[in-house]
């Protein structure tokens, strides 16, 4: 069993930045895995952020391209979300998801979940 516990999270302003992190522990093969970020604000379905494959390839959803960046350090099984110049619509609950294909999925077909840390922005 796999487990991902995100962290990161919190309050800002408009124009700020965070850097949000998803650890990954038990039975895992880290550095095998497609991880992703996804994102549930009130109100509104999963949308799809970002994603990174085992080889590095990412690929970033049309309304957070150019200002977030995901990244993977598989020494320390955890992928990032490196957040810039955030704005209140990127205000949500964000989830790390990860799973053993090869691809990037921008729809939430993915093995393992986190339980998702709460990104407040105010204007």
């Known amino acids: 069993q796999v487990q991902l516990v995100e962290s990161g999270g919190g309050l800002v302003q408009a124009g700020d930045s965070l850097r949000l992190s998803c650890a990954a522990s038990?039975?895992?093969?880290?550095?095998?895995?497609?991880m992703a970020w996804f994102r549930r604000a009130p109100g509104k379905e999963r949308e799809f952020v970002s994603g990174?494959?085992?080889?590095?390839?990412?690929y970033y959803g049309d309304s957070v391209k150019g200002r977030f960046t995901i990244s993977r350090d598989n020494a320390k099984n955890t992928v990032y979300l490196q957040m810039n110049s955030l704005k209140p619509e990127d205000t949500a609950v964000y989830y790390c998801?990860?799973?053993?294909?090869?691809?990037?999925?921008?729809?939430?077909?993915?093995?393992?979940w986190g339980q998702g840390t709460q990104v407040t922005v105010s204007s």
């Open positions: 038990g039975r895992t093969t880290f550095s095998t895995y497609t």
């Open positions: 998801a990860g799973n053993r294909e090869l691809h990037i999925f921008t729809t939430p077909e993915y093995e393992f």
């Open positions: 990174i494959t085992r080889f590095g390839g990412t």
